[in-house]
């Protein structure tokens, strides 16, 4: 099964494949119908094999469909809903979309930024009392020739863009049989069933919810409950209504959770969750050992990224251990260690790096971070992730930080991820991110963000003497704010780089 196409092939047409609030569930036959028909649609506009088409539709079961169906017949782009005009132009010219699905009466920033390049609008149109994720695309203009045939495993079924947050995002082209390895791996990693039932409330325009919800679940047989984005105050009443075996999250949306779990116990025990999934940033031990806990089932942290068609690593089901702190054993690809400078592996920490079907062939025309992000030893191509870490004994790896991320205090290294360690055991602390304050001598200091808990009070001066009493004196954070909430990016994550300029911190340290 090395294509999408492939992987929706053989499970009984009657199962329900995507179900969302006060929907009929769309079935396995209808799904692959749906992609018959929506490559039809396409090329009745122009739109084939090879071409590429951004998609700019709100969270829920459309969004998760088009992607499906629209990777069968030619490439897909998911783009962040809330970009303004100038990102989608940037976003747009970069990728060389041909095309942009936009929903019926959309006449937001993408649509003006597609006719500054004469992009193919389709809209996508679907009747609310039809199943879930059915729908049809009307062009408007397009039409001429266009490779009708269907991808084959090498080709690029879906194309994303890096964060950013250093540099000129990149672009990352995602192979049909990158798709089909990595949903493969999440299916054997999780042991999904067609029993199984996701809730999925992150966002499809990500990898995350792309491959670990929606391809990993459809790869197995299984369903998918598309809930409308993330929202704290009706998870648990979508808990209820979906009746799933797990949902994934990042851990900003689990951390909000528990928040209510209290006051949702009825729910939560009548719940039949076989297991909860974090991913896409690392699950604070004390989070990860509540939410097990709390909803009595073992908590599955992940550990991926773009450039590997999202999964890496992930702690095991039972009876084996998920250990706090850990994301897990190698599950898909090779993991390894790698010496952060020289093109060698090694024992011990260092940078991680990957190696498996399911990662990138590399950067589109980026010679420079190919040359830096790939090399060979061993027999193998290695990518570099960017991530420090290194196995414990039982074979689980443990990330001390984003080599970026990591505080220079002087010339003394510093790991955010240990110190938000430590501050997380603070009984008082709901929520925290440590990083680095601009200084004028040391070039870093130690910083950090705290949300306390609701009804609790700590004070700057007692969070930093309870770290000082756990760390080296130089890991304690010289400056503890105290937030309401912590600045998140688009798809909840917090993010650790840039966050001193955000808070209006950086000028007033140099």
């Known amino acids: 099964m090395t294509t999408i196409k492939a992987f929706l092939q053989g499970h009984d047409d009657t199962s329900p494949a995507i179900g969302a609030p006060g929907r009929d ?29 951004a998609i700019v539709l709100p969270n829920g079961p459309e969004m998760a469909t088009a992607f499906v169906t629209i990777a069968q017949a030619a490439t897909t782009a998911p783009l962040n809903p809330a970009y303004r005009e100038d990102e989608y132009a940037f976003y747009l010219e970069d990728l060389k979309a041909k095309a942009i699905v936009l929903a019926e009466g959309y006449d937001g920033p993408a649509l003006a930024a597609a006719n500054r390049f004469g992009l193919t609008v389709m809209r996508l149109r679907f009747d ?41 995002p990149k672009i990352v082209p995602l192979l049909q049989s990158n798709v089909a390895a990595s949903a493969a791996n999440i299916r054997a990693s999780l042991d999904l069933t067609p029993a199984d039932r996701c809730l999925n409330v992150m966002p499809l325009f990500h990898i995350h919810g ?18 409308p984005g993330f929202d704290a105050l009706k998870f648990f009443g979508w808990l209820k209504d979906a009746d799933p075996t797990w949902y994934t999250a990042v851990p900003t ?64 089901l039972p009876p084996r251990a998920q250990k706090p702190g850990s994301v897990g054993v190698e599950a898909g690809p090779m993991v390894r260690i790698a ?38 030893a061993d027999g193998q ?68 963000a705290v949300v306390l808990r609701e009804g609790a009070t700590a004070t700057e001066r007692e969070i930093r003497d309870f770290a000082a009493a756990r760390m080296a004196d130089f890991k304690v954070p010289r400056k503890v704010v105290i937030l309401d909430e912590i600045p998140k990016g688009a798809t909840g994550k917090l993010q650790r780089i840039g966050l001193a300029e955000k808070l209006g911190l950086a000028e007033s340290a140099a």
């Open 210 to 227: 792309l491959l670990a919800a929606v391809s990993a679940s459809l790869s197995a047989g299984a369903s998918i409950w598309c809930a």
């Open 25 to 53: 569930w769309l079935s396995y036959g209808g799904l692959r119908a749906l992609g018959d028909k929506v490559a039809g649609q396409l090329h009745a506009a122009g739109v084939g094999r090879g071409d590429r088409v």
């Open 381 to 448: 191509r290695w990518f570099r992730t960017g991530d420090q870490g290194a196995f414990d004994d039982d074979g689980y790896l443990h990330l001390t930080g984003r080599l970026k991320e990591i505080i220079n205090r002087g010339g003394e290294k510093v790991s955010p991820l240990e110190v938000d360690g430590v501050l997380m055991e603070h009984p008082a602390i709901a929520q925290c991110v440590t990083f680095a304050l601009p200084h004028p001598k040391l070039g870093e200091e130690v910083a950090a």
């Open 339 to 376: 010496h952060e400078i020289e093109d060698r592996l090694v024992d011990g920490t260092g940078e991680v790096v990957i190696s498996g079907p399911n990662v990138t062939p590399g950067y589109e025309g980026n010679p420079e971070a190919n040359a830096k992000s790939f090399f060979e």
């Open 128 to 168: 609310p009392a039809a199943p879930a994720g059915e729908f049809e695309l009307v062009a408007e203009g397009g039409g001429g020739a266009c490779d009708t045939g269907e991808p084959l495993p090498g080709d690029v079924a879906l194309i994303l863009h890096t964060s950013g947050t250093t540099s000129r």
């Open 253 to 316: 949306m689990h951390q909000a959770i528990l928040s209510r779990a209290s006051r949702n116990r009825d729910v939560i025990d009548a719940a039949r969750l076989r297991f909860l999934r974090s991913s896409s940033a690392s699950l604070p031990a004390q989070v990860m050992m509540e939410l097990a806990e709390t909803f009595g089932a073992p908590v599955i942290e992940g550990y991926g990224m773009t450039e590997a068609t999202h999964q890496m690593c992930s702690n095991p």
